[in-house]
């Protein structure tokens, strides 16, 4: 790893961390050391960092704010690159184009003073840009699928190209991204309505205040465990199979709502990981319910 340090450094390519803690860059606050964070400066920079990187053989993973992951407590022996530089918002009437590093609800906010509706739904989703458009990111029967118009992406080849929404096969928190693995989100365009911001402001308040009520918010999370399976919520399986306040470890199936998994007392990834494998294994036995898991697992092969 030292020579891939030698190389950011001598093509500064962006501001790095070395043996970071990746439970400082994961919303469930776990997870092993990672050998080097990057943040490259822009996409020529990514590009010649990626082109290093995949003719070494070194392992990568992009990562946003880390809230939809669970790193394993072991080593990530690789590079973990943040777009937190890619942090342009432009906006021209109906049309915003967001750099793949903004947080989205702080874009939110933004599109809601100038009177901008479609991401009423975003205010409370803890990711960036990048994060939200790979995830399908949604909540309160809308996601990114209705306002994404096309993404810039960096192709596994490192080439870039445009895609626009059909070609992102969007449907509930799944998109081509996740089907076709090595693609990255550079810049989103989105297509929004004209709105009155005072209604748009009321509307996110209420929401705002909805999840401070039903969702754990005071201790780490990543949100949602399992999708929600058709015409039914896991939430609701999980809290009638008696395991609300179940815990392993330091991890806890949480009292306020079943399907968060909260770090309630300095668990390991082992401890959320075994919780996750144990509601999904007596939610099937009591249901015959096969939950699937909406967060994902790294580096725990
Ligand atoms: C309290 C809480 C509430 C939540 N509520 C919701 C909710 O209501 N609805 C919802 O959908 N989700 C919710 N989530 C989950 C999470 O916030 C979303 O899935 C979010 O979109 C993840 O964004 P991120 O930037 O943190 O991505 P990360 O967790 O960092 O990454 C997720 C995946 O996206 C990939 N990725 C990240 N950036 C890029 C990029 N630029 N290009 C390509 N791939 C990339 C990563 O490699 C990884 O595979 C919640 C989470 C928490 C903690």
């Given at each position: 790893m030292l020579?891939?340090?030698?190389?950011?450094?001598?093509?500064?390519?962006?501001?790095?961390i070395q043996n970071a803690l990746l439970s400082k860059y994961t919303t469930y606050?776990?997870?092993?050391?990672?050998?080097?964070?990057?943040?490259?400066?822009?996409?020529?920079?990514l590009i010649i960092l990626l082109k290093e990187l995949k003719d070494k053989g070194i392992i990568y993973?992009?990562?946003?704010?880390g809230s939809n992951v669970i790193f394993s407590d072991k080593a990530f022996d690789g590079v973990i690159i943040r777009l937190d530089?890619?942090?342009?918002?432009?906006i021209d009437d109906k049309k915003v184009t967001v750099g793949a590093g903004v947080s989205l609800v702080k874009l939110s906010y933004k599109v809601m003073k100038?009177?901008?509706?479609?991401?009423?739904?975003?205010?409370?989703?803890?990711?960036?840009?990048?994060?939200?458009?790979?995830?399908n990111a949604g909540a309160y029967k809308s996601d990114m699928g209705y306002v994404v118009s096309e993404v810039r992406v960096l192709t596994p080849e490192l080439k870039i190209k445009t895609l626009y929404n059909e070609d992102l096969k969007y449907k509930y928190r799944s998109s081509f991204l996740q089907d076709n693995p090595g693609y990255i989100c550079l810049e989103a365009k989105l297509v929004l309505s004209h709105g009155n911001s005072k209604e748009i402001k009321e509307l996110m308040e209420k929401r705002r205040e909805k999840r401070i009520m039903f969702q754990p918010l005071e201790y780490p999370s990543a949100g949602s465990v399992f999708r929600n399976p058709e015409n039914d919520f896991a939430g609701r399986l999980i809290e009638d199979c008696g395991l609300k306040g179940y815990s392993i470890g330091g991890a806890k199936v949480s009292e306020k709502h079943a399907n968060f998994i909260i770090n309630s007392n300095n668990a390991t990834a082992s401890d959320v990981k075994t919780l996750i494998e144990y509601v999904h294994n007596v939610v099937k036995e009591q249901t015959g319910v096969d939950l699937k898991v909406e967060q994902e697992f790294v580096n725990w092969e």
């Open positions: 020579e891939v340090i030698k190389f950011i450094k001598k093509n500064n390519i962006g501001r790095v606050k776990v997870g092993g050391v990672a050998s080097i964070i990057v943040f490259p400066k822009n996409e020529e920079k993973k992009v990562l946003g704010y530089e890619f942090d342009k918002i432009e100038e009177g901008l509706s479609g991401l009423e739904f975003a205010s409370g989703i803890p990711g960036t840009i990048g994060g939200a458009v790979f995830m």
